[in-house]
């Protein structure tokens, strides 16, 4: 019973960390702290898709939300801390000297985006990801993305990786090798200095880097020479192990220990991505689709391995023994924008206050300010209000929702965003509510996916932001879908995914199914498909996918 262990969340914009008993999984302290730099959108170029993060925001934030969370806790709590797990953003890989650390924390790269970690979302290598593609099918050996779906992203790390090199001669001369976001915070609090030491996530690996079995890890010498000779040498300073998120990656150090206000007997576990020990904290099952709702999406299905042979699902992003459930394959797809295309929308309509409102003469600063938060805060909730009146038969107005390309099925990301059926009476709540229907679509068309390649999808898990600030969104998906969604109760399941992980590291639960049914928050709530909207959005759906359609042909 007093058995504590901590789990770490790295998302897109903030840290989380979260300290839960591990006998009951009480939350017993929790904090969130926001990266300083890229709150201020520094070394990114969102209109050349340029995203990139500097690693003193994840250090800082995470020593700032470890302390705090502890100090929430008690001392007496923190010093029965058993074990840290980590999840991060993916694929997000960073260059690196040989003992491991990044380039960017050396004096004479420390503003050089390139030497950076390369967020999730950075599609500066769409070409990249081209050439790989072509490569797979046509170089006369082993297709290599045909567990990622068959179709490499500009998303995922080799694609990343030649990218930079090929436009950075110094980071390409001064990096000896490169390494996943997730790898690299449990090396960061191990001390660990050998980058030959770090244990890789088969998580990562195996969605991202085309890592598998089969060819004894990575693709093979002669295929990335082939690619570009400019990788010639890199694979033999990569990887060729890797490990699931229940094997220890060591103990926390001394130096991080005394820093943090840790024993320094804690284990640290191999790192994954959120997405996927958040579907282990939302306590995903069998053929369940756990969908993780934020700024995009991701989702999720874990299946035993005597069921799923050895079936490849076509257009996904990748499956993996054990990326989610160690010992079931983890089959992953996912939006590339879902949250974030409700926030552009925002941003566009107050376009106004962001640029005219404060140079209004004759009105107090104050009174501007004022005015600029008060439409940020009201701005999504009066849209949703006078959206739901609208009925979606009527409005006429259709939308693509590739507005950050697609990630699933098949991912494209010369793709954008459409909107369609706009005529003089249309107003900005028939948009959004066109938007959220878009959102939703693009949801289908990977239960579409899923099923046509022989996935069966039994139910829908709900996991993220999304679920607990919209139920206007959620129903919408649920109609669209239909069938029956949960929405997980905890608030942050990718921290709590974590902590379950921590868990089992720690040997508090011997595995992650024992974890998730001691350590599990249960659900909230559950959205039911409504039967008028079924047959109304079925009839739409078919409209969007003639659209896409005509939208895909015609780049």
Known sequence: MDKYVMGL????????????????????????????????????????????????????????????????????????????????TGSTPVAVDKKGVPLSLKPEFAENPNAMFVLWKDHTSVKEADEINELARTWGGEDFTKYEGGIYSSEWFWAKILHILRRDEKVRE?????????????????????????????????????????WDGLPP??????????????????YTDTYTSDVEFGKVSAEWAKRLGLPEDVSVGVGAFDAHLGAVGGEIRPYHLSKVMGTSTCDMVVAP????????????????????????????AGQSGFGDVYAWF????LWPAYNIVEKIEGIPAEQREKVVEELEDKMLIELTAAAEEIDPEVSGVLAVDWFNGRRTPDANQYLRG???????????????????????????????????????IDGVIALGGIPKKSSFIMQIVTDVLNMPIEVARNEQTCALGSAMAASVVAGIHPDFNTAQEEMGHGFEKTYHPRPDYVEKYRKLYRDYCTFGDNIEKSI
């Open 346 to 349: 925002r941003e566009l309509l």
């Open 9 to 88: 969340d790295f998302g897109t914009d903030s840290v989380r960390a979260m300290v839960v008993n591990a006998a009951s999984g009480e939350e017993a302290g929790a904090a969130v702290s926001m990266y300083k730099r890229w709150s201020k959108d520094a070394y990114c170029d969102k209109v050349r898709n340029r995203f990139r993060q500097h690693p003193l925001d994840y250090i800082e934030s995470m020593e700032e939300v470890i302390k705090k969370s502890l100090e929430q806790a008690g001392a007496e709590i923190a010093s029965k801390i058993r074990a840290i797990s980590v999840d991060t």
């Open 418 to 456: 459409a909107i369609k059926g706009i005529n003089l009476g249309t107003n900005a709540p028939a948009i959004f509510r066109a938007l959220v229907e878009a959102t939703a679509f693009g949801a289908k068309s990977i239960v579409d996916r899923f099923q046509e390649e022989g996935v069966r």
């Open 305 to 332: 391995m005597e069921d799923f042979g050895k079936k490849l699902v076509r257009g996904i992003a990748g499956q993996v023994d054990g990326s989610i459930i160690p010992g079931m394959i983890g089959l992953e």
């Open 221 to 238: 010498e002669d295929f990335l020479v082939k690619l570009d000779p400019l990788l010639g040498g890199l694979r033999e300073r990569l």
């Open 174 to 214: 001064a990096a000896y090798s490169w390494v996943e976001h997730c790898d690299w915070i449990p090396a960061l609090l191990t001390g660990l200095d050998n980058i030959e030491g770090i244990k890789r996530s088969r998580c990562a690996a195996g969605h991202k880097a085309m890592w598998h079995p089969d």
